[in-house]
Structures are given as structure tokens and as C-alpha cells.
């Protein structure tokens, strides 16, 4: 869990592939990368398994180019469509059972703690609808009453897009599915509104379709939850095949989704919005102050 986990020991570099080579030498560790700069570094996840055209994956790749400190970063996730390209993450990935992912965060959380005291290690769960607002609910509440620190991630294609087309609690009311022949009979579960209640210190709702947003987002999310408490990110990541939404048009369908009723929408207590804003400034005047050199 740090960059000496990856870095190959003296004699072996030659021997490794040249891929373990660039991703040592020119990823992204030790400094925080733009969207501008894709293809320009390696990334920490390039090879998935998901359906092609998934806007959940294009989401997932912003997400861990957002990480702070990605050496000192563990993720945590269940069953689903989106581990399935967060566990080919050369970060350490750790599987919850379904419903768990919240209560394992939260055991992890406090153990790196107290096992690194003089290191911050970031803690993110990443999981979609059913696992977090169906299935992990009792985790997902519990763990923001007690204000544990560290980021939730809810991917939300507002469908069980891993198990045949199921309704979950963030489906549109109304909406038929293949495992929803009916339709759903009852309303999209209000999780943002859940999250104000249980007094998360950042909220966000989000759509992929802005990178630089996506990944200042999840970028605030974690470094407030480092000292502040909570976060809660909620993101729209259709399932274009659940949804049959043509792949050409997965993007179209994200723009038409958020502005009909996915807008970019962001929450944080004073003392999260004070904490941000001082590290943002300092943030910028290194780099201002490393422009110049």
C-alpha cells in the first residue's frame, strides 16, 4: 500500500513487462493528473471486462485518475458490473459481501489508522445501486451516523445490470425491465436526501459527462473525508444494455439524463467547504509557484 509495493527491487526492472515498467515510471503516483493529460501517463486501470460502450467504466477511469494519493489508497467493492474493472486497478482492492462494503470500509478505516498513524491512507467504496441502497443499506446508513471517514461511491445505472435486468430502489418509478415486466410501482429511493440527513460532509450527484468536474469531485470527496467525515458521491453510470441504449449513443443518453434530471449538484457543510478551500489555494499556489520555475 505505498509506491514501494509496485517499484521492481534493484536487478529485476529488465525483467519485468514493459507495461509494470511505464506504470512505475510514468504513472500517476506522487502527483495529481488532468484530464489533458490522458495518454500522456499511464493510468491504473486499462484492461476491463465490461460491455463495450459502458459509461460506467468511463467513470471508473476518472475515478482513479481523481485519487490524491493513489499509493496510499484502498478500494473497496461487491458484486457487481463495476468491480469487474475497479479489481484490475493497480490499487488494492478489497471485496466486500454483498451488503458489507460500508461495514468493511469502516473496520479498514480504523486499522490503517491506528497501524499508520503518521500516514493518511484513503479508503473508497465503490459500488453500484443495489449493492449500496438495496442490498448494503443498513452498512451504507450506519457508517455515515457514526461518521466514519471515507468516500462512498454509488455507480447508479438505476438497474441490477450484473444479474438480468432487476428493479433496485434507484430505478425510476414506473420503468419495465426485463426482470420488471410490471414496472417499478414505487418512487427512485431520495439517497442524496439520506445522506444530508445522516450529516455527510460532502454530497455530490453527478453525470460522466464533464471529466475535469467528475475528477475535481471525487478529488474533494476524498481529501475531505480525510478530516472532515463522510462523503457521499452519487453517479450516473447507465447500463446500456439493460437500458438498450446503442453504443454510439451512451454519451447522448448521459447528456439527455442530466439535463433532464441528473444535474450536477454539490453539497458540503462550513467546516468541509472551509477545509477545501484552504487546501484548493495551496494547491494552486504551488503550482503556480512550480509554473515559474
Not at 12 to 26: A, G, N, Q, S, T
Not at 58 to 76: G, W
Not at 166 to 192: C, F, H, Y
Not at 227 to 238: D, F
Amino acid at each position: 500500500m505505498s509506491l514501494e509495493t509496485v517499484r521492481p527491487s534493484p536487478g529485476f526492472e529488465e525483467l519485468l513487462p514493459i507495461e509494470y515498467r511505464d506504470l512505475v515510471k510514468h504513472g500517476q503516483y506522487g502527483r495529481d493528473v488532468k484530464v489533458s493529460e490522458i495518454g500522456k501517463f499511464k493510468e491504473l486501470v486499462e484492461e476491463h471486462p465490461m460491455c463495450a460502450g459502458c459509461a460506467m467504466t468511463l467513470f471508473i477511469r476518472l475515478a482513479m485518475m481523481a485519487l490524491p494519493n493513489p499509493e496510499h489508497t484502498i478500494n473497496v467493492g461487491t458484486a457487481g458490473c463495476g468491480r469487474l474493472a475497479i479489481s484490475q486497478a493497480n490499487i488494492p482492492f478489497i471485496y466486500g459481501n454483498y451488503g458489507d462494503t460500508n461495514s468493511v470500509a469502516s473496520g479498514l478505516k480504523r486499522a490503517l489508522k491506528l497501524r499508520f498513524p503518521n500516514q493518511v491512507k484513503d479508503v473508497v467504496v465503490m459500488a453500484g445501486d443495489g449493492g449500496l441502497i438495496d442490498i448494503g443499506f443498513q452498512g451504507l446508513m450506519h457508517s455515515w451516523f457514526r461518521q466514519e471517514k471515507f468516500t462512498t461511491i454509488m455507480l447508479d445505472n438505476e438497474v441490477y445490470g450484473n444479474t438480468g435486468g432487476q428493479e433496485s430502489g434507484m430505478t425510476l418509478k414506473g420503468q419495465i425491465l426485463k426482470m420488471a415486466p410490471r414496472g417499478k410501482e414505487v418512487d427512485k429511493i431520495d439517497a442524496m436526501g439520506l445522506a444530508k440527513v445522516a450529516g455527510c460532509a460532502y454530497i455530490a450527484r453527478i453525470a460522466p459527462t464533464n471529466p475535469s468536474r467528475v475528477m475535481r469531485t471525487i478529488r474533494r470527496a476524498v481529501l475531505i473525508a480525510r478530516e472532515v467525515g463522510p462523503t457521499y458521491i452519487q453517479a450516473y453510470t447507465s447500463c446500456n444494455i439493460e437500458y438498450a441504449i446503442p453504443t454510439p449513443d451512451v454519451m447522448q443518453d448521459a447528456f439527455d439524463v442530466e439535463k433532464e434530471r441528473y444535474g450536477f449538484e454539490e453539497i458540503m457543510t462550513d467546516e468541509a467547504k472551509a477545509y477545501i478551500t484552504e487546501i484548493e489555494k495551496k494547491q494552486k499556489e504551488l503550482a503556480k509557484a512550480n509554473a515559474k520555475k
